[in-house]
């Protein structure tokens, strides 16, 4: 069964400030397996480090499985919903709702 898994990610290089990242991801999830177990073997799988283009080293790593649900469709069509009271903080955590780059 396809589950979906909202993944929260962590870029560390020297002296800067982590950037964060969530990850939607889409994982087949095996009968009888339990799927924040697959959701979180996917993420720690994810995890990386590597040397940046300015020499620098980055490491990525994993913070949190935040969510873990059935796929809502296996063809075209809404994969994930989910909800929230204060669209303030949604949209200070978003800066991409009013057009702001990262």
Known sequence: MRHVAILLFAA?????????????????????????????????????????????QVTVRLLEVVDVAPALTDGDGDLYSRHFRDLG????????????PL
């Open 12 to 56: 560390h290089r020297p002296g800067a400030s982590p950037l964060y990242e969530e990850t939607v991801a889409l994982l087949e999830v095996p009968p009888g397996a339990e799927p924040r177990t697959v959701a979180l073997a996917h993420a720690r799988a994810a995890g990386t480090s590597y040397r940046a283009i300015d020499g620098e």
């Open 89 to 100: 903080a949604y949209r200070a955590f978003e800066p991409m709702l009013d057009g702001e």
